[in-house]
């Protein structure tokens, strides 16, 4: 019997390689179909005889022929996709999963939370509203890292900052002398964002326990939880609900996400081990 | 019947004497089925008494369900071989042979169902015999999630075994080519006493079931289940996942990969898994369900309540199956009451 | 804006009881300002002032015997900055420095004191609203020794 997750690997070229930081690259993969996809979805990566591992697209939805995936090397199947470079072949699956609720978001106000690896998904949101910009409102992007040098995208980040139409805070865990900006959680930048509550939708991606605590700020700013979107990560490997590993209570992350209303997931997540 | 079946190039699978229990397994002659045995089944206790009376289906299901023919525990989901500049590859190509049930139970035919829209499966045309329970063990508990011991649907045959006024398969046809199935195997149409002992039969063995689980409170009391009150389960728990592996709903699987020594292949191998290993729930930085409680939480939320979200119906078909193969006699319906006697506790 | 209307439209006052800010007017609110780089507090200094940052960031840190000043976190506009003035030694604990040009708005922690004892209600909610500030500072502060961002342990 074939169940649905057997849907064969395609293989690909990878097209474009960046060093993020030092644990963090960037794989540009051609899709000559140029199939798409939503800000939000992810795809099953395969390094051949190694593995596959779920990772989140972090390109510009506009280029539909040049999919970026950063990628973050912890284990063996993401050490070897760092592996790859320009002229490499890769094995993909996808896209998969529902995406950032950016058509809901148009015509109000969005704010943007991203912590750690956690921009990355969050990227295509920020490309997207940039190349519609005139669509939104107010728009804020807020961004955490654990250290100066650990910060993705930096010169992309820079260029949104010299924009008069977006406002971006940047702030890190801990820093040496050199940094001028912010020191400290994310989260405490969020009570100066300046949004109309009722109208704004908040997309939040990166750890855990950060979406939760961003997710209970974002209500004290009032915005109500049914607005708050998060990012879930759990153990993917057919992305297709059939495996069973990434559940979380009821819902299978591959397929009913990785993006929910925080409305819908927040009693799970406060839950110890669900 | 066994002999048409095999004529009609179909694998069979009957109920065999394998490992101390009567459980399915392929068979190639008539002479493979186990007869006159019954079992005698309680938590993590299972034994097969003899039965003077011959009888052909009074042991109460086996660990072995459908499931493992509809997906093997084991398959070769991709293979592929390196080539100049990258790889190729591809999903073997698929032909399952065409399958025969004979002495699937009521609740054998209700996980059939549910199985196979877990995995999204398209409808198969394997040939079902069903049979309904005259004996049901003490594990059973189909009556309470509403499987069984009569059955209405999902069977060609279905055979009620009487042993008064003799011994007799009293068999009704419900698929046309069960119909042809009947009458190639000749018989006689029951007399109206017999027909009376075979549903008199059927009408008793729902009532000496045992109470079961009721499946509304139990889906309502596991939606959101507490971290609280799984010590006590969690303590015996062994988390070897013997339940997962016997329960005929049970779906889940992982992929491994392989290659060959110089990496020239590799290949993609399915396996049945379960949700009590430790690293079922991986996320980076460990599993998110470490501890036995929270895995055993799990199953039965799962099992119980989530799965009414994700398919429209309770996973559990109270076939008692996890309940007599569980090495420590964990039972479900046990967990649930208490479960639904917490919530109940702090509303 | 005068110095009062500073205050009324802090964050710390944000919901409050008229009477409990016009309590606080009754402390003599005074706007300071500082340039970037110039220290605000010291470590070990008296604790004399309730500070309201207005605006520009503020490097909470400690300087260590033989190591330059590590800096813990920033604040910014609408955070409180201390509340050693509150309890006996009154020191200051921590150095703040501006990290950019600072605007504040700062009470007198003699006349606080005194408020808070001659009327347990404006003391009452004064600590209140400390508490907030204090406990979201502490959550901040475990998030960041959390480390969420780090490597798999």
């Known amino acids: 019997m074939a169940p649905v997750a057997d849907v064969g690997i395609t293989t690909r070229e990878v097209i474009g390689?960046?060093?993020?930081t030092a644990d963090s690259i960037t794989l540009t993969i051609e899709d000559p179909e140029a199939r798409g996809f939503t800000p939000g979805q992810f795809y099953m990566l395969?390094?051949?005889?190694?593995?596959?591992?779920?990772?989140?697209?972090?390109?510009?939805?506009?280029?539909?022929?040049?999919?970026?995936h950063t990628i973050r090397s912890v284990g063996m199947v993401t050490a070897a996709l760092s592996a790859l470079r320009p002229g490499d072949r890769?094995?993909?699956?996808?896209?998969?999963?529902?995406?950032?609720?950016?058509?809901?978001?148009?015509?109000?106000?969005?704010?943007?939370?991203?912590?750690?690896?956690?921009?990355?998904?969050?990227?295509?949101?920020?490309?997207?509203?940039?190349g519609a910009r005139h669509r939104f409102g107010h728009v804020s992007v807020v961004v955490g890292a654990r250290a100066p040098s650990e910060l993705l995208f930096r010169d992309e980040i820079h260029e949104w900052r010299g924009r008069f139409d977006l406002d971006v805070r940047v702030t890190v865990d801990s820093a040496d002398a050199s940094w001028m900006g912010p020191i400290g959680v994310v989260t405490r930048l969020i009570p100066g964002?300046?949004?109309d509550p009722a109208k704004t939708i908040a997309m939040v991606c990166g750890p855990e326990v950060m979406m939760r605590f961003a997710a209970a700020e974002l209500e004290r700013l009032g915005v109500s939880p049914d607005r708050i979107f998060v990012s879930l990560e759990r153990n993917m490997q057919c992305a297709a609900g059939v495996c069973g590993h990434c559940q979380m209570g009821p819902f299978f992350v591959c397929k009913d996400g990785p993006v929910f209303p925080y409305s819908q997931v927040a009693p799970y997540m406060g839950v110890r081990e669900t | 019947m066994v002999d048409a079946l095999l004529a009609d190039g179909r694998t069979v699978v009957a109920p065999t004497l394998r490992d101390g229990a009567v459980t399915l397994d392929e068979i190639s002659s008539a002479a493979e089925v186990a007869i006159g045995w019954r079992a005698e089944t309680a938590p993590g206790r299972y034994r097969l008494v003899a039965d003077r009376d011959g009888s052909i289906f009074g042991a109460s299901v086996g660990p072995t369900s459908t499931k493992r023919w509809r997906s093997p525990p084991e398959t070769i989901a991709w293979t592929g071989r390196r080539e100049p500049g990258g790889f190729s590859g591809g999903v073997p190509t698929q032909s399952p042979p065409r399958m025969a049930f004979i002495g699937l139970r009521g609740c054998d035919l209700a996980a059939r169902v549910l199985y196979d829209r877990a995995v999204g499966a398209a409808p198969s045309e394997d040939f079902i015999v069903g049979v309904e329970c005259t004996e049901p063990g003490s594990t059973c508990f189909c009556v309470s999630m509403g499987t069984g011991p009569g059955i209405s649907e999902g069977a060609d045959l279905v055979v009620t075994e009487i042993l008064e006024p003799s011994h007799l398969l009293v068999t009704r046809a419900c698929t046309p080519r069960g119909a042809?199935?009947?009458?190639?195997?000749?018989?006689?149409?029951?007399?109206?006493?017999?027909?009376?002992?075979?549903?008199?039969?059927?009408a008793a063995a729902a009532r000496?079931?045992?109470?079961?689980?009721?499946?509304?409170?139990?889906?309502?009391?596991?939606?959101?289940?507490?971290?609280?009150?799984?010590?006590?389960?969690?303590?015996?728990?062994?988390?070897?996942?013997?339940?997962?592996?016997?329960?005929?709903?049970?779906?889940?699987?992982?992929?491994?990969?392989?290659?060959?020594?110089?990496?020239?292949?590799?290949?993609?191998?399915?396996?049945?898994?379960?949700?009590?290993?430790?690293?079922?729930s991986e996320v980076h930085g460990g599993p998110a369900r470490a501890s036995t409680a929270s895995r055993y939480r799990q199953w039965i939320s799962h099992k119980l309540s989530w799965w009414w979200d994700q398919f429209g119906a309770s996973g559990c078909v109270g076939c008692g199956r996890c309940i007599v193969w569980c090495p420590v006699g964990i039972d479900i319906r046990a967990e649930a009451s208490a479960a639904i006697e917490r919530v109940g506790a702090h509303v | 804006m005068s110095d009062e209307e500073v205050l009324r439209s802090h964050r710390f006052t944000k919901g409050a009881e008229p009477e409990f800010v016009t309590h606080l007017i009754t402390c003599g609110p005074v706007e300071r300002t500082w340039e970037a780089g110039r220290p605000i507090l010291a470590a070990g200094d008296t604790a004399d002032r309730l500070h309201l940052i207005v605006e520009g960031d503020v490097a909470i840190g400690l300087q260590a015997p033989g190591g330059p000043p590590a800096v813990l976190q920033t604040l910014g506009p609408g955070d409180v900055l201390g509340w050693s003035?509150?309890?006996?030694?009154?020191r200051w604990a921590f150095d703040a420095t501006?990290?950019?040009?600072v605007r504040a708005i700062t009470l007198d922690a003699t006349r606080l004191r005194a408020a808070m004892a001659e009327d347990p209600v404006f003391g009452h909610a004064l600590l209140a609203r400390l508490l907030i500030a204090i406990t979201d500072r502490l959550q901040a502060t475990r998030l960041q020794l959390l480390d969420l961002y780090g490597p798999r342990r």
């Not at chain 1, 390689?17 to 993020?20: A, D, G, S």
């Not at chain 1, 999963?97 to 990355?120: C, F, K, M, R, S």
């Not at chain 2, 042809?180 to 059927?202: F, I, T």
């Not at chain 2, 889940?252 to 292949?265: E, G, K, M």
């Open chain 1, 17 to 20: 390689f960046t060093r993020e």
């Open chain 2, 180 to 202: 042809d199935m009947l009458e190639v195997l000749g018989g006689r149409p029951p007399s109206a006493a017999e027909e009376d002992a075979a549903w008199s039969q059927v």
């Open chain 1, 46 to 68: 395969y390094s051949f005889g190694v593995g596959e591992s779920a990772i989140s697209i972090s390109g510009d939805p506009a280029r539909p022929r040049a999919i970026e």
């Open chain 3, 98 to 101: 501006a990290v950019t040009a």
């Open chain 3, 85 to 90: 003035w509150l309890m006996p030694p009154y």
């Open chain 1, 193 to 195: 964002v300046e949004v």
């Open chain 2, 208 to 280: 000496g079931m045992s109470n079961g689980i009721d499946p509304d409170a139990a889906a309502a009391a596991l939606r959101l289940p507490s971290p609280q009150g799984w010590e006590d389960v969690a303590a015996r728990c062994l988390a070897c996942g013997n339940c997962t592996m016997v329960c005929p709903t049970c779906f889940c699987t992982t992929t491994v990969d392989h290659t060959t020594p110089d990496a020239s292949q590799a290949s993609r191998v399915r396996l049945w898994d379960s949700c009590f290993s430790l690293a079922f």
């Open chain 1, 90 to 130: 890769v094995g993909v699956r996808g896209p998969f999963g529902i995406g950032w609720p950016v058509d809901v978001a148009t015509g109000g106000d969005v704010i943007v939370v991203a912590g750690g690896i956690g921009l990355a998904p969050l990227r295509p949101v920020v490309r997207h509203v940039i």
